[in-house]
């Protein structure tokens, strides 16, 4: 970790760092977002700060406001072009027990990291016991709650594999540990909906958008393991990793293809 800022304060400067209350801490009540700099900027900063603002109003945690989070980001960047950036909202330090109060004051806390060493775009996954529990209500947004993701990313040592695929526990593809799936079959995009559980990643949403510009028709709907199979190309997106072409996953084998390469192209990475 390069850099941290806990309520706009380093907290080494400071003498201080997360109250052992906090209940982000304690019982994983906040949200999060990671994000990628690049060349000296953070990318798809605006779409980053309004999912946050829109998970707050999903957890009734008062938002800080984007102009503070944007100068807190500023700060803990400014003499850097490359990394991740990482914001931690959480509800604040609060007394024992799950009740919310509303008299709480959100904890912020903002951190810089190095970038990821792996710049693989063609990857080898794999399938995860661990399964993601139904919940509409959490679906779509990035809380604190990720024991789910860490367990299923403990199952595995294997360097060569950098993913795993999760199912929720009626048997539905929703995602990769870290990452949204893609498929192409067709000529067309498809997208697990995601109406039950996972996160609409941010990545997610600008390659549908960059698919539009394509004129690439795009699909978002229930998936099961076996809709794989008709698939001509897969690929998995994450705001820091970007796109990444699904090459082997059990016995399927996919190519490296066109449309995974345009949609990078669109984006300005390198798939």
């Not at 806390?109 to 996954?125: E, F, M, Q």
């Not at 529990?133 to 990035?142: D, F, H, V």
């Not at 990313?153 to 593809?173: C, I």
Request: charged content about 25%; glycine content about 10%.
């Amino acid at each position: 970790m390069r850099a941290v800022l806990v309520n706009g304060t380093a907290p080494a400067d400071a003498g201080h760092g997360v109250d052992v209350r906090d209940r982000g801490l304690n019982y994983g009540d906040g949200l999060f977002e990671t994000m990628a700099l690049q060349r000296g900027r953070v990318r798809f900063l605006d779409a980053h700060l309004q999912r946050l603002e829109s998970g707050c109003a999903r957890l009734g945690i008062a938002f800080p406001g984007i102009a503070l989070l944007k100068a807190e980001i500023a700060a803990i960047v400014s003499s850097h072009v490359e990394g991740v950036v990482k914001i931690v909202i959480t509800r604040g330090a609060g007394g024992r027990g799950y009740r919310p109060s509303n008299e709480t004051a959100p904890t912020r806390i903002v951190t810089l990291h190095d970038a990821p060493t792996s710049t693989s775009r063609s990857i080898v996954i794999r399938w995860c016991d661990m399964r993601l529990s139904r919940n509409p209500t959490l679906a779509g947004i990035k809380h604190l709650n990720r024991l789910e993701q860490v367990l299923a990313q403990g199952e595995w040592s294997d360097p060569r594999v950098e993913e795993g695929l999760m199912l929720d526990y009626e048997g539905e593809l929703v995602c990769g540990t870290s990452s949204n799936i893609f498929l192409v079959r067709n000529g067309e995009l498809v997208t697990p909906d995601l109406r039950y559980c996972g996160v609409r990643g941010i990545m997610r949403a600008a390659v549908i958008n960059a698919a539009k510009e394509l004129n690439i028709p795009v699909h978002e709907e229930p998936l099961w393991p076996d809709d794989l199979d008709s698939a001509v190309e897969v690929f998995v997106t994450n705001a820091v990793r970007g796109v990444r072409a699904v090459v082997a996953l059990a016995d399927r084998a996919w190519e490296h293809g066109a449309i995974t390469r345009s949609i990078g192209e669109v984006l300005d990475i390198d798939a």
